[in-house]
């Protein structure tokens, strides 16, 4: 699904059909995306749906459209800034290889390994520290 702008999500299930939202699943994105930046206190979010560990920045330069986009860019606008997504499905599922995307050049630290993520915050630092739970190898400092 490269991008792909067709599909719709289910908001509830009704005797009649399915209900779906009216935006595309890249239209649902932003919509979210564009939540999270409104809070100056968010700098990323968490996910965990592929079975992997890796975090991608999210900034101007993300490759996040279909060249045929012709709808609004979040980039663009002004109150657009970067957040950091860090997925972690590294729980002992069957691992995804890196497959590549759009994005690819911005993902960083990918790992099929078990993971567990740390975050040390102190003050308004913060740091992300990944290791293997079985062997307790860092994964990422």
């Known amino acids: ?60 330069e993300t490759n996040i459209y279909p060249k045929s986009w012709d709808k609004e860019d979040i980039r663009t606008l002004p109150t657009f800034r970067p957040l950091y997504q860090v997925n972690n ?21 990918f790992s099929t390994q078990n993971a567990v993520v740390f975050f040390h915050i102190h003050g308004k630092s913060i740091k992300m520290e990944v290791l293997n739970p079985d062997t307790l190898e860092t994964i990422l400092p």
């Open 1 to 60: 699904m490269h991008r792909n702008n067709a599909p719709r999500a289910v908001v509830k299930q009704s005797a009649e059909g399915d209900n779906l939202v009216q935006r595309g699943i890249i239209e649902q994105r932003d919509k979210y995306l564009k939540i999270l930046m409104k809070n100056k206190k968010v700098l990323g979010f968490l996910t965990g749906d592929e079975h992997n560990f890796n975090w991608l920045v999210i900034n101007k």
């Open 89 to 109: 499905g590294a729980a002992d599922a069957p691992y995804y290889a890196q497959k590549e995307a759009p994005w690819s050049p911005q993902l960083q630290g």
